[in-house]
């Protein structure tokens, strides 16, 4: 699969410690930044993720910081992306599951790095059930759909 990654200085150290995992179970990732723990803003970062993701470069994407929710809120600002904020397994597997999730989102300093690696494989492992959940989906591919218009 192909993953693309990025988060803010927060992030960047389970960054560092998941890259080299997912390189291990044979995924190819794209690291989308930061390179450091030097503070930045995470926007630009989750965006780059969420549009590599949305322009086919990548399978999907994993953004990280602090808590992971402000990642999550900017890799949802790109049109045809659905971040799920996954600091446990089980929301994990739910995001996957009923929401067809393409972005993960994980707090680094929530998220211990051996719970990180369960929360992803279990996100990159999970199909997305379809049947009730599609009709979800296409309703939020019409809310998409509604605001480009506007």
Known sequence: ?????????????????????L?????????LGTHSEEPT??????????????????DMGIVLGGSGQGEQISANKVIGVRAALCNDLYTARMARAHNDANVCSIGARIV?????????????????????????????ADIEREERAT
Not at 23 to 31: L, P, S, Y
Not at 41 to 58: F, H, L, M, T
């Open 112 to 140: 211990a790095p051996a719970l990180a690696e369960e929360v992803l494989r279990i996100f990159l492992d999970t199909p997305f059930e379809g049947g009730r959940h599609q009709r979800r989906i296409d309703e939020i």
């Open 23 to 31: 390189e291990k179970w044979g995924h190819q990732v794209f690291d």
């Open 41 to 58: 803003d995470y926007p630009p970062y989750c965006a780059a993720v969420g549009r590599a993701v949305v322009g086919g470069e990548a």
């Open 1 to 21: 699969m192909r993953i693309s990654i990025g988060g803010d200085h927060a992030g960047f150290p389970l960054k560092q410690h998941l890259i080299g995992v």
